[in-house]
């Protein structure tokens, strides 16, 4: 399980690459697969108990995500 998890990020890298490239023509759709990363990586963060600046990179940057998703839903 630990080797799955660690090679999860191959997986992410996708993601990311992935939602840079559908978040100029489908905003939620881009968005949303960021938002997957993003909770992967926070995931695979504590699992691997990385150091604490890894944690707070990676909430960091899922909470940006979620606050831009929401933001846009609610203006």
Known sequence: MYKTIENLQYLILVLLIIGQCVVGQSFFIGQGVYFIANLLLVIRTFY???????????????GITTGIILIRIFT
Request: glycine share 0%; net charge positive.
């Open 48 to 62: 691997l108990r990385r150091p604490i600046s890894d944690k707070v990179k990676d909430v960091s940057m899922l």
